[in-house]
Nanobody
């Protein structure tokens, strides 16, 4: 199983960023994927989840209206898009596969650095 994320991104405040997470080694639609991020000096922050089989999503309240989770079954790739970026969105963004018991992450992407700066 592998989750391979896209490379680092640099954005200006107010812009949008889209991070990808390409899955391999398992059935793409069989597991939920969460997106979490870690800002400098901070702990992990849960952003939301996608059910790639049915397309349903759930996001943390603080991101509602700014975040979109999608899944492309043709390429086995998950995406998170965050808009109206601000400096506080500077963080490493991770995709994580929710294990079959639904109480842990069993595989992680390597992380994508997103930097929001002028």
């Amino acid at each position: 199983v592998q989750l391979v994320q896209s490379g680092a991104e640099l954005r200006n405040p107010g812009a949008s960023v889209k991070v990808s997470c390409k899955a391999s080694g398992y059935t793409f639609t069989s597991y939920y994927i969460d997106w979490v991020r870690q800002a400098p000096g901070q702990g992990l922050e849960w952003m939301g989840r996608i059910d790639p089989e049915h397309g349903g999503t759930k996001s943390a309240q603080k991101f509602q209206g700014r975040v979109t989770f999608t899944a492309d079954t043709s390429t086995s790739t998950y995406y998170v898009e965050l808009s109206s970026l601000r400096s506080e969105d500077t963080a490493v963004y991770y995709c994580a596969r929710v294990g079959s018991l639904m109480n842990e992450y069993d595989y992680w992407g390597q992380g994508t650095q997103v930097t929001v700066s002028t």
